[in-house]
């Protein structure tokens, strides 16, 4: 690939090395003889130090001891110098040969005269320092170049002389350098193959890396890096596996969000089909008290009939329809308000026995007209956490909507049956079935299984709509069961701690 990382890393290492070896030749070439110079300066400067210590050590004001002899040899041994010790002009120690020491006592006599004038142009001084000198000096006779250092010792008593040889490193830099350019250029090449086969270890699973990527983008997220090292790459798979288990996590719930959305636009269109069905439904249900009212009120307007007993029916079913109308518009604004969360469920801890028998009480009068027998045998109390006035609703509708539809044996069983953390209670008359078809379609408002009937009694087919709305506050479960001689209503609660 024209663009690959690996290509990129080869090339920037092939790069690398040859600068880095273009420096070391630049620098071979401009500063070595300097260091070179500077390093034999400084190891004949250690040296006179030493031989300074010695003397200072052992006093050699009047002779020079085997011991103080064997010193100055390892110090001429460990600094790789040639050591002459003079008393005058008279030698008393020296490291080197007798050849070498009579060239050197000739070249002493010209340092401590005139060492520009005796021995040539040849000859620089590099250091002057309290108690020694230091030159370099080339010797045309052995085309050898030195660095000399002559010294005074013990109050200028003693001269020492210390000579190491400055080969002409000129040619060994050249040599070195050519050198350095034949293993740079192999070293170049083979850096660039290893690098180039190192670099598959890094760029193998970056291009892993970006398969993944790539089906990621296609909404496929079963791809999974398989992390291996702890190090830069690693981290990036494990960054890429989180965030393909992110993306899966957010694509599925805006999916979720997408479908929950659907199912409001649909429940929106089926609240407007509600709402229609709705305005349809209580227009039906006024229409034939409103007519009914028209009608009698008209007879009353015109004297159709004069005798009392004839006005006074009139007026009855005059005042019954507006009483029925009224009745149900209360229960439909009650309703209304339920649905919409306008009337706020207020929870509170109350004795559900005694609320019970105070319904039971208050329709007592109707019971007793349809020879009802009422059966509640339950007595202790029985605490419940709910909204009393809504609960007292609930079962005022499954009271009254017992009576109305009681049968046969005539007999309402009300219990109560503790489970748990829930208390359910359960209303129960004899009669007819409700048909199967109709059971889950009694809770929607107006609804009507024996319209008759339910006409008969004044219903409007809203209680157990309200019923619904009050559980659903609740976030409490109601429902009905048929039996073999009735039909059994029943709802939850919360259970309270009973006393």
């Known amino acids: 690939m024209k663009h690959s990382i690996r290509l990129k890393v080869t090339l920037a290492l092939v790069l690398s090395l040859t600068l880095a070896i273009f420096l070391c030749w630049l620098l071979n070439r401009g500063f070595l003889e300097d260091y070179y110079q500077y390093s034999k300066i400084k190891m004949l400067d250690a040296a006179y130090q030493e031989v300074y210590s010695l003397f200072v050590e052992y006093d050699a004001s009047k002779v020079i001891s085997d011991e103080l002899q064997e010193k100055l040899e390892?110090?001429?041994?460990?600094?790789?110098?040639?050591?002459?010790?003079?008393?005058?002009?008279?030698?008393?120690?020296?490291?080197?040969?007798?050849?070498?020491?009579?060239?050197?006592?000739?070249?002493?006599?010209?340092?401590?005269?005139?060492?520009?004038?005796?021995?040539?142009?040849?000859?620089?001084?590099?250091?002057?320092?309290?108690?020694?000198?230091?030159?370099?000096?080339?010797?045309?006779?052995?085309?050898?170049?030195?660095?000399?250092?002559?010294?005074?010792?013990?109050?200028?008593?003693?001269?020492?002389?210390?000579r190491s040889n400055f080969e002409s490193i000129q040619e060994s830099a050249q040599i070195a350098n050519k050198f350095l350019m034949y293993i740079g250029i192999i070293v170049v090449i083979a850096g660039a193959l290893v690098m180039f086969l190192i670099s598959q270890s890094f760029s193998k699973p970056i291009l892993e890396l970006a398969i993944i990527a790539k089906r990621m983008s296609n909404l496929d997220f079963d791809a999974v890096y398989p992390v291996k090292t702890q190090d830069e790459i690693g981290e990036l798979g494990s960054s890429i596996n989180i965030l393909s288990k992110k993306l899966e996590t957010t694509i599925s719930e805006l999916k979720k969000a997408n479908n929950e959305l659907e199912s409001d636009i649909q429940n929106k269109i089926q609240i407007d089909e509600m709402r229609k069905e709705f305005l349809s439904n209580v227009t039906h249900e006024l229409k034939t008290p409103i007519a009914l009212i028209q009608g009698y009120a008209e007879g009353l307007q015109e004297n159709i009939n004069d005798d009392p007993e004839s006005r006074e029916f009139y007026c009855e079913v005059i005042v019954d329809e507006a009483m029925k109308m009224n009745k149900m518009v209360k229960k439909l604004l009650s309703l209304n308000q339920i649905e919409f969360g306008t009337n706020q469920v207020n929870m509170e801890r109350f004795d559900l026995t005694a609320l019970i028998s105070s319904v039971i009480s208050s329709t007592d009068i109707l019971i007793k007209q349809k020879d009802i027998k009422i059966v509640f045998q339950t007595q202790d109390p029985i605490y419940v956490w709910a909204d009393e006035y809504m609960t007292e609703e609930v079962v005022t509708n499954y009271i009254s909507n017992a009576i109305n539809h009681i049968d046969e044996q005539k007999i309402i069983e009300i219990r109560i049956i503790h489970k748990q953390d829930i208390v359910r209670v359960c209303v129960f008359n004899t009669g007819e079935k409700i048909p199967q078809q109709d059971l889950e379609k009694i809770w929607i408002k107006f609804y009507k299984v024996d319209k008759a009937r339910t006409r008969e009694y004044g219903g409007s087919g809203i209680g157990l709509s309200i019923v619904k709305a009050i559980m659903d506050a609740h976030n409490r479960e109601c429902g009905v069961i048929n039996h073999e001689n009735g039909v059994e209503f029943w709802f939850e609660l919360d259970a309270g701690v009973n006393s």
Request: glycine content about 10%.
């Open 74 to 162: 390892e110090i001429g041994m460990k600094n790789n110098v040639s050591l002459y010790l003079y008393r005058g002009y008279k030698m008393l120690f020296r490291t080197g040969t007798i050849r070498e020491a009579e060239r050197v006592t000739v070249a002493l006599g010209a340092y401590l005269l005139d060492p520009v004038l005796l021995l040539g142009e040849q000859t620089t001084r590099l250091k002057s320092k309290n108690g020694y000198d230091i030159y370099k000096i080339y010797d045309g006779g052995k085309e050898n170049s030195y660095i000399d250092l002559i010294g005074l010792l013990q109050d200028r008593a003693y001269v020492i002389f210390l």
